[in-house]
């Protein structure tokens, strides 16, 4: 250590007579350690600008900038725009740095001037410390110091003596409790600082019912493999009571890798699988209009309750219940049910009900671009197919039941439906072929929403609706297949209900395993602040007075003594009774 610079020099006398007495600057007063003695001056946190690098008051700035504008982010929706307007930002990830440095250097300050030299035990030998300690007592006493001294070590303390004063000292590691929780926000500051350059993030958006192996990359939305086939079973969401906001939603998935399983069960908020390196996150979901979804009841052999699913056609979902049971529903709504590789149930899908009569769907007019014309009739402004409509007849035992425009884009839809109409029919989705448009056409039941059938048929061809009542064909396949499989299986549609579309965030960040170790140092050292116990006691055996004088401090301000120090000084000097004291 160097030699501490000399006193200021003492005013000169003035010589001559000026108007103003020349003012001299004013010095301050060297910093000293725990010792009371003077430290280097040249040391690079008291000169400027790097002293700024140490100044407590420049990290509370950057804290409180860095939590407003966290804050902030938290109300961005969604988060994709609050990583591009605020997290993934080069001056968020600038204060998150100039945070990790301040607080680094200030914590490197604090161990090299306050904490190492505390380490050391400093005995007081004076009286007049022990009487002006807060905390202090004094006992009658005619044996040695090394008698105290060793009181003291049995009870755990680290114990210094010098003639006959000594120091006794436990806990001296619980002053390493913010330095070590300062070292874990660091850590946590640093990780953040580099996340965004080597982490990833994509997304993906199925439909219920549909598989996808790639993935979307953020910001470059460039399309990668997984790796993996992830497969969306069923998506259910709810609402707050008379609002449109969401209380919940909840993915139900199935991952897996060639014929491999690698996870089956729920996604949802604060509930995140990892699937092979990577977390799935609930992010959002969006409502599919024009895609036929449908409550179907499945009832199995010599069961009166039946299993309720949610299913699109050409979907394969597991029976929930039946370990090893599937159904699958084709876009012909033909069902088979599975059973460990073996088909156990067949059938076609019917209606809940039957209407008692024949329906038969008859397209008997398109449009490519379908528009009102000045007179109120239907035509078409070109050839495009930009707003697809065709007008169907729904035909009851030959005659005609319902009769509707049906439109193929997403908003125009709503106009398809007929007012309190018996029928309900949709254009579910159309092509144009090399022999013309071919329409898929669904017919429901209008008042309980139930499904009656689907059609696929071209302009001009009319097809027979699927009911309850089989034909002598049907009937005799149907006995043919109960003959040689399980029977009683009763698969039947139901109502229609909402088709969702999943939105699942991909994200793999190796720089989480270091996050999580800088939160444990951080609760380490917390740990150590608060509930290690810290006691420094000094005592001194005055011979004259045949007196054990004995001062504490402890972390915590207290107006008396502490179990563990009474013990170790009651061992060698017990407290007098109620009859000495009066004496």
């Known amino acids: 250590m160097s030699a501490a610079p000399p006193p200021p020099l003492a005013s000169e006398p003035v010589t001559q007579a000026p108007a103003r007495p020349e003012r001299r600057r004013r010095q301050t007063p060297l910093p000293t350690n725990g010792n009371g003695q003077a430290v280097d001056a040249d040391r690079i946190w008291y000169r400027s600008p ?91 006493y005619t044996g040695g110091v090394a008698e105290v ?28 409790g913010a330095p070590v929780s300062h070292v874990g926000l660091i850590v946590v500051l640093l990780a953040g600082f580099v996340a965004s350059w080597v982490a990833k993030e994509g997304y993906i958006q199925v439909i219920e019912g549909g598989s996808t192996t790639t993935m979307r990359m953020r910001g470059t939305n460039a399309e990668v493999p997984l790796g993996f086939t992830i497969t969306i079973d069923d998506f259910d969401t709810g609402f707050f009571p008379r609002t449109r906001i969401p209380s919940h939603y909840i993915s139900q998935i199935t991952a897996t890798r060639g014929t491999q399983p690698i996870y089956a069960g729920p996604v949802e908020v604060n509930h995140s699988p990892r699937l092979l390196g990577w977390r799935a996150h609930q992010t959002s979901y969006q409502e599919m209009q024009g895609v036929a979804r449908h409550e179907v009841e499945v009832t199995p052999p010599g069961s009166s309750a039946p299993i309720v699913l949610q299913m699109t056609l050409g979907q394969t979902r597991a029976l929930p219940g039946m370990p090893g049971h599937t159904l699958s529903v084709d876009a012909a709504m033909r069902w088979r049910v599975m059973q460990g590789g073996v088909e156990v149930g067949a059938g076609s899908l019917g209606a809940a009900h039957s209407h008692g009569s024949e329906l038969e769907v008859l397209v008997d007019r398109y449009e490519p671009d379908f528009v009102m014309g000045a007179d109120r ?25 319902a009769r509707q425009w049906l439109f193929h884009r997403a908003d125009m839809k709503s106009f ?8 309900r029919m949709e254009l579910v989705d159309f092509d144009l072929t090399d022999d013309g448009p071919v329409f898929v056409v669904e017919v429901t039941d209008g008042h309980d929403n139930v499904l009656l059938g689907r059609v696929v048929l071209g302009l001009g061809e009319k097809a027979m609706l699927a009911t309850n009542e089989p034909t002598e064909d049907e009937a005799e396949e149907a006995a043919l297949a109960a003959a040689a499989q399980e029977p009683g299986w009763i698969v039947r549609a139901g109502p229609r209900v909402p088709a969702y579309a999943t939105v699942l965030s991909l994200t793999r960040n190796p720089i989480i395993p270091t996050i999580y170790a800088g939160c444990t140092l951080m609760m380490i050292g917390l740990y150590m602040g608060f509930f290690v116990r810290r006691r420094d006691v000094w005592f001194l055996v005055d011979d004259k007075s045949q007196e054990l004088l004995v001062a504490a401090h402890y972390r915590h301000p207290s107006e008396e003594f502490d179990r563990t120090t009474t013990a170790a000084i009651d061992a060698v000097a017990p407290a007098p009774t109620p009859q000495e004291a009066e004496q």
């Open 50 to 140: 790097w002293k700024w690098f140490f100044s407590l008051k420049v990290g509370i700035v950057l804290l409180v900038i860095l939590t407003i504008a966290s804050i902030v982010g938290t109300l961005i929706d969604p988060l994709e725009r609050a990583q591009a307007v605020i997290y993934y930002t080069w001056w968020f990830k600038l204060l998150l740095l100039a945070l990790a440095v301040n607080m680094g250097c200030a914590t490197t300050q604090n161990i090299i001037q306050k904490l190492l030299p505390s380490r050391t035990l400093r005995v007081h030998d004076q009286p007049a410390f022990f009487r002006a300690a807060s905390l202090a007592m004094r006992r009658q």
């Open 149 to 176: 001294a060793e009181s003291f070590r049995r009870r755990g303390f680290e114990v210094k003596v010098e003639g006959n004063a000594g120091m006794a000292r436990s806990g001296w590691l619980g002053r390493w």
């Open 377 to 401: 009739q239907a035509t078409s402004r070109s050839t495009e197919p930009n707003n697809p409509a065709v007008r169907v007849t729904l035909l009851s035992d030959g005659a005609p039941a």
């Open 416 to 423: 398809s439906h007929a007012t309190d109409a018996h029928f």
